[in-house]
């Protein structure tokens, strides 16, 4: 058995043919497929603002450390500690 087989989320595994040429290895269809999906069940959607925050900041501080001689920068909490309180999204326990 192939580890793929083995581990792959159930929803790679229900989408596989819809996805396949959507771009970045289905990875674009899938999300896409969620986000309409949780909107229309009125459901949480996979990612949030602070989500999109917290990835988003990565390259500015990573070129702040690049032209800092490679110093660590914390990555800030955008949250100031919610995200600990929040619940799982339903896609982690499909």
């Known amino acids: 058995m192939d580890l793929r087989d083995e581990y792959d989320h159930p929803l790679w595994k229900d989408l596989e043919e819809q996805s396949a040429g959507a771009g970045h290895g289905g990875m674009d ?3 896409d497929y969620r986000l309409v999906k949780c ?15 917290a ?3 990565i390259t500015p501080l990573s070129e702040w450390s690049v032209a800092n001689r490679s110093r660590p920068i914390d990555v800030p909490d955008f ?12 896609i982690l326990r499909a």
């Open 79 to 90: 949250t100031r500690g919610r995200w600990a309180q929040w619940p799982k999204l339903e």
């Open 39 to 53: 909107l229309r069940e009125g459901k949480p959607t996979d990612m949030n603002v602070y989500d999109a925050a």
């Open 55 to 57: 990835m988003s900041v």
């Open 29 to 31: 269809y899938i999300e």
